[in-house]
């Protein structure tokens, strides 16, 4: 057989919370064409981003990474290399980590690949959902590193899991002693995205947005739909935990001001609850499998903010998988089924 491995993807993050590291991040981050769309020219995008974004956001980002930085550095970096150690204790094959932005890098994974001799890689992008942003984008960028660095590799890619049974299984048993304290609602935060990116993603143009309950209307769409991937990895959730269909909703956090983003908005949100009288919120992110800056300030700290002052009374971010036991066995199972195929 041939000599095969695999490769686990997620974002990235800074170096260090130094605003210069920070702005080199935001840079490559906010600078991928598939991140950033708009404007269509590269030099109008690049004046946006260099000129307006980053040298307005970096502090604020810095300081904000300041406030979730370990010992060890970034939550993202440090977990994700737990992950990596789990599931290479259970695979007879090598297993690397890599980031689309910031370090460890692809090429540098990809390196390491060719200097062992792997013919055959397995990519596992550790995004449940689709999105243009995301998934698409770190994919694509190793098909271009792998072009470059090593064209005969064969690459073959983990499609997004979002419905997966052991992963709907392992999001049940991660929530499930959190869903056994006592609580008013539970709250399903996903990152936010353009709605211009569900049309664009549409190769039909006829469906998302379109059509009445798009994301319950079955479609051939849906392949590429954020939204109607999140909608069914909730719906599933909801159905494997037994939630009362009036005890959980959806919201949307992380958005960009300029153009309608997918609503309504978790900060939002976190306030309307409160006023209801929902005094105990769980708000779990299942669009992450990695705790980062998007639970962990902006969830765990900001959203614990707006629900107290809105006069909420206990707020509980559960844990995203990271490296739990039930993820780590559904990264095993799939991962092996492709290492031990014929």
């Not at 769309?37 to 590269?42: F, N």
């Not at 502090?59 to 970034?74: D, P, R």
Request: glycine residues 4%; proline residues 7%; charged residues 20%.
């Amino acid at each position: 057989m041939p000599k095969r491995a695999v490769l686990l993807l997620n974002l990235g993050s800074p170096d260090s919370t130094a605003v210069p590291d920070v702005k080199r991040y935001l840079r490559e981050f906010l600078g991928d064409d598939r991140v950033i769309d708009r404007p269509a020219s590269a030099l109008l995008r690049g004046v946006l981003v260099n000129g307006i974004i980053i040298p307005f956001r970096a502090k604020n980002s810095a300081h904000a990474y300041s406030t979730i930085w370990t010992a060890e550095g970034s939550p993202l970096i440090v977990t994700s290399k737990l992950a990596r150690a789990a599931l290479q204790k259970r695979l007879d094959a090598p297993v690397d980590l890599a980031m689309n932005y910031g370090n460890p890098s692809i090429p540098d994974a990809l390196r390491r690949f060719v200097a062992a001799g792997i013919e055959e890689l397995l990519l596992f992008p550790q995004y449940p959902h689709y999105a243009m942003s995301s998934w698409e984008t770190v994919v694509a960028k190793v098909y271009r590193e792998v072009a470059k660095l090593a064209p005969t590799m064969k690459v073959e890619t983990v499609q997004p899991f979002y419905s997966d049974p052991d992963y709907i299984d392992a999001l049940v048993t991660g929530a499930r002693p959190y869903l056994a304290q006592p609580h008013d609602h539970l709250l399903f935060s996903y990152h936010s995205i353009p709605q211009r990116h569900l049309t664009k993603a549409d190769s039909s143009k006829a469906h998302c947005l379109v059509v009445p309950n798009c994301c319950t209307t079955c479609s051939p769409a849906h392949a590429t739909c954020y939204k109607a991937q999140i909608t069914r990895t909730t719906q599933l959730f909801a159905e494997r935990a037994g939630l009362a269909p009036d005890r959980w909703s959806i919201a949307f956090q992380s958005r960009i001001a300029g153009e309608p983003w997918l609503t309504p908005y978790t900060d939002f949100e976190c306030k309307r609850l409160a006023a209801l009288g929902r005094k105990r919120l769980l708000v779990m992110t299942p669009a992450f499998v990695t705790d980062c800056l998007e639970t962990l300030e902006e969830i765990r700290v900001r959203g614990a903010e707006d629900f107290t002052a809105a006069g909420g009374e206990s707020f509980t971010a559960i844990p995203c998988l990271n490296d739990h036991p039930a993820f780590i066995d559904f990264l095993a199972k799939r991962s092996l089924a492709w290492l031990h195929k014929n």
